[in-house]
């Protein structure tokens, strides 16, 4: 079946250290979109991305999309500890309504 | 800002017991979902709804399970005969006039099956 696979499960940084989180699909998504959960919290929409090959920037976080349409990665420069929390992936799938959420990926920043 | 509200916060239920979980969708949005999130793992998509029909469902969305827009505002999601593993967080959400749009979370339904 369709998979969005993200990695790491788990991120351990320093504060001001950077962290990246990755997705990868096993087929070609519509779009993908990225969500941040705080622990007891529901997902917040951060962005989405649609066009092959796109980069978005929201001040420290850089969104982009592969060219292929099949994976996405998210960059935070310089940590901070508000950056805490759960990052999802969530893949559109082609020609259809699901959305299929990566793992997610779990950051944890040291003061 | 709209948001999407879901009640009850927290539902307890007996195992075999129905549940109705309630959302109400962002007023002028026309496309509404359900996921779960069992404690500490990934979202999961059960549903998409547009148009008064189920649009998609994934397949933990099985027999035990209904949605439904009984008016303009509420859309509810039914579990018939609750089973332990039904114990989650629901998530409902809605989006935009448009198929393609960001989906607006709720804070979540916990239900607890004992």
């Known amino acids: 079946g369709q998979q969005v696979m993200q990695i790491p499960q788990y991120q351990h940084v320093q504060e001001g250290e950077d962290f990246t989180t990755y997705c990868n699909s096993s087929t070609t998504l519509s779009n993908i979109q990225w969500y941040k959960q705080r622990p007891g919290g529901h997902p917040v929409f951060l962005i989405q991305?649609?066009?092959?090959?796109e980069v978005k920037k929201q001040k420290r976080l850089t969104f982009q999309f592969g060219e292929a349409k099949k994976n996405s990665s998210l960059h935070i420069t310089a940590t901070q500890t508000t950056d805490v929390g759960t990052y999802f992936c969530?893949?559109?799938?082609?020609?259809?309504?699901?959305?299929?959420f990566g793992a997610g990926t779990r950051l944890f920043v040291k003061a | 800002e709209p948001e999407v509200t879901q009640t009850p916060s927290h539902q307890v239920t007996q195992m075999g017991q129905e549940v109705i979980l309630r959302c109400v969708p962002i007023s002028n949005h026309l496309y509404f979902y359900w996921y779960r999130q069992i404690l500490g793992q990934k979202v999961e998509f059960l549903v998409s709804?547009?148009?008064?029909?189920?649009?998609?469902k994934s397949e933990i969305f099985d027999d035990q399970f209904s949605v439904e827009r009984p008016d303009g505002s509420n859309f509810t999601l039914k579990i018939r005969s609750t089973k332990l593993e039904d114990s989650a967080m629901y998530f409902c959400?809605?989006?935009?006039?448009?198929?393609?749009?960001?989906?607006?979370f709720g804070d979540g339904t916990r239900l607890s099956i004992l």
């Open positions: 969530a893949g559109r799938m082609t020609g259809g309504f699901k959305t299929i």
């Open positions: 709804f547009y148009n008064n029909e189920i649009s998609e």
């Open positions: 959400a809605s989006s935009s006039r448009q198929a393609n749009q960001p989906q607006h």
């Open positions: 991305l649609v066009k092959s090959g």
